[in-house]
Structures are given as structure tokens and as C-alpha cells.
């Protein structure tokens, strides 16, 4: 069975005035996207502590960055009619509605809690199991498709019983 596609965002920070930065995604067949995200000219919110987890600079972001649409356009294309999960649902929908509200687009997917697709038990042991997945990757710096990968990876070894 293959296993769900999971959504990620790194942001410019938490709270009011935050916004997307970076959105990843790894689909059910292992795909990987990954997008910068040009700040919109109002999108002004910036949290030194999230640079430093995430390593990107809002000048990155200013030359390298996609516009709001282009990644709002390559995410609908790819995850269209797809329930698709992330683990940070009260964060991750938030800014991914900005996202899309500077695009003037509506997503052609629907974003869900992760947690859904976890029973009791293995809600308990999801931290362990995540944190076990990322050393082994030996990933230090949080980015969206990255991240996305290990919760994927996580959920497939929680779901088939290996042991964090």
C-alpha cells in the first residue's frame, strides 16, 4: 500500500504576520517538490530563531524565491484531488491559505492532520520514531521536503511496527 502524501512549510516564524517560506511535499511514490517562496512586498513578519532552524535567509528568499503563484500552480498540478497530510495542521493551513490568498488560487487538494492516520499507541511513539528517522538520514537542518520525507519515512515504519 503506498503510503499518503505528506505536505511541509517552513515559515518565516510563528504567530500573526508569519508566512510560507518554503513548501516540500513528498507524494506517494517517494516524488519530492520543493519550493522557495518570494515574500509578498507585505509579508514583512521575520523571526531570526526560524532562520537559524530552517537556514534561509530572507535575502535567499528575495533572489531565489518563487512567486505565490508559480508555487501555488506547480503544488495544485501535482496534488489535485489528493488528501494530503502535514504534521502541523494549526500552522501549516494558515500559511498555506496565505499562500494561496496572495495567489489568487484556491488548492485543488485537501490538507489533513497527520495525526488522523495514527491509532493511540503509535501517537506515543511518534516523536522517537521521527527524531530516529531523521539521525539515521543525518538531517540537521529543518527544510520543507526534507521534513516531509522523514514523516513519510516515520509514518512507514510506525504503520509496519519497527521499533523507534
Excluded at 73 to 100: F, H, K, M, S
Excluded at 104 to 124: I, V
Aim: proline content about 5%; aromatic content about 8%.
Amino acid at each position: 500500500m503506498p503510503l499518503p502524501t505528506i505536505l511541509d512549510i517552513e515559515a518565516s516564524g510563528f504567530g500573526r504576520g508569519s508566512y510560507p517560506i518554503e513548501v516540500g511535499f513528498v507524494d506517494g511514490e517517494g516524488t519530492l517538490f520543493c519550493g522557495l517562496v518570494r515574500p509578498e512586498p507585505d509579508w514583512l513578519h521575520w523571526d531570526e530563531a526560524a532562520e537559524a532552524l530552517h537556514g534561509i535567509s530572507r535575502e535567499l528568499l528575495l533572489q531565489k524565491g518563487r512567486p505565490t503563484r508559480w508555487i501555488a500552480e506547480q503544488i495544485n498540478q501535482r496534488l489535485q484531488g489528493q488528501t494530503v497530510y502535514c504534521d502541523g495542521w494549526g500552522l501549516d493551513y494558515p500559511w498555506l491559505a496565505r499562500l494561496y490568498d496572495a495567489a489568487g488560487l484556491q488548492p485543488s487538494f485537501r490538507l489533513d492532520d497527520l495525526r488522523r492516520l495514527l491509532s493511540e499507541a503509535q501517537a506515543l511513539r511518534w516523536r522517537g520514531v521521527t527524531e530516529a528517522v531523521r539521525q539515521r538520514l543525518q538531517l540537521t537542518r529543518h527544510r520543507a521536503s526534507s521534513d516531509a520525507r522523514v514523516l513519510q519515512m516515520a509514518l512507514g515504519e510506525i504503520s509496519d511496527g519497527v521499533a523507534a
